[in-house]
């Protein structure tokens, strides 16, 4: 096989295994996001422990159905929608908690 037909195959492999992350890459900066909204709403004493727990517990979830979703190589339209609304609730519950008035 001459150069440019490795570099095809290599790059072709390189798509179909880059695929599902890149499908699923902006729920992942999504989640990087909102685990630094969490920190920082830590930080600042704006959660207390309760509602540090629940959002921490929030994101795992969300991070399980992703890593599902991405396992069998193909994040489908059904599954992608699925993840972008659980983030959608996550931020939401992100917000809501700190500034609901409680403090830590």
């Keep these: ?8 195959v290599v790059a072709l492999v390189a798509v179909f295994i880059a695929s599902p992350a890149a499908m699923a890459g902006n729920g992942k900066k999504r989640q990087v996001n909102q685990s630094a909204r969490i920190r920082q709403g830590v930080q600042s004493g704006e959660l207390t422990k309760g509602e540090t ?3 921490v517990r929030q994101q795992k979830r969300i991070q399980t159905v992703r890593q599902n979703a991405v396992s ?3 994040v489908t339209v059904k599954e992608r929608v699925h993840i972008d609304n659980m983030q959608d609730r996550a931020s939401g ?3 809501r908690y700190k500034h609901n008035g409680l403090d830590r």
């Design 53 to 55: 727990r629940s959002l």
């Design 1 to 8: 096989m001459n150069r440019i037909a490795k570099t095809a």
């Design 72 to 74: 069998d190589g193909t």
């Design 93 to 95: 519950n992100i917000y």
